[in-house]
């Protein structure tokens, strides 16, 4: 008697016709199949293809000392520092946080660290740890691949 009652009230409460939302999904793919985000050779003009694909404002990479390794606006030195030093406030006082979203009437202040890097973004909506941590990993690799043009570029120069 009592499983029966419970079991027509779980019915009532977990039953109800939600469904995914079919319009949303659609107009996200219409969107990005008319988006095709090619690369190019010139590292200033992947960091502004970069920011169009994940659309942000801004972003930044630290070292973990607040030195700059890259920035999509050129400058930032005073956000590098305070943004470095507020997530290792952060992650002293809270070990296992992941990243810190910071509301600002300006939009978004998000930070986020991978290997042993700051990624600082600027945005008009937050975005999910899921989405820093693909903006990081797309900037690790531009990072990387200039890294090796460089490189080149310095062993043909020499040769």
């Known amino acids: 008697m009592v499983f029966k009652i419970l079991k027509n009230f779980a019915r009532g409460v977990l039953d109800d016709d939600t469904s995914s939302p079919i319009v949303q999904i659609e107009f996200l793919k219409d969107f990005l199949s008319k988006h095709k985000y090619v690369y190019s050779q010139n590292f200033e003009e992947n960091l502004s293809i970069l920011k169009k694909k ?32 507020m997530l290792s406030y952060i992650k002293s006082e809270l070990p ?9 009437n300006d939009g978004w ?12 973004v600027k945005a008009g909506s937050e975005l999910s740890n899921i989405e ?3 903006l990081s990993i797309e900037l690790e690799s531009l990072l990387s691949l200039n890294k090796t043009a460089g490189d080149r570029k310095k062993l043909t120069q020499v040769a």
């Not at 659309?55 to 943004?83: A, K, R």
């Not at 296992?96 to 600002?104: H, N, P």
């Not at 202040?109 to 600082?120: E, R, Y």
């Open 109 to 120: 202040f998000m930070l986020f660290s991978l290997n042993k890097k700051v990624f600082i």
């Open 132 to 134: 820093l941590r693909a």
């Open 54 to 85: 994940h659309l942000v404002d801004s972003f930044l990479v630290t070292n973990l000392d607040g030195s700059i390794v890259v920035s999509s606006e050129g400058n930032g030195h005073t956000d590098g520092i305070m943004g470095t030093a």
């Open 96 to 104: 296992d946080s992941e990243s810190v979203l910071i509301k600002r």
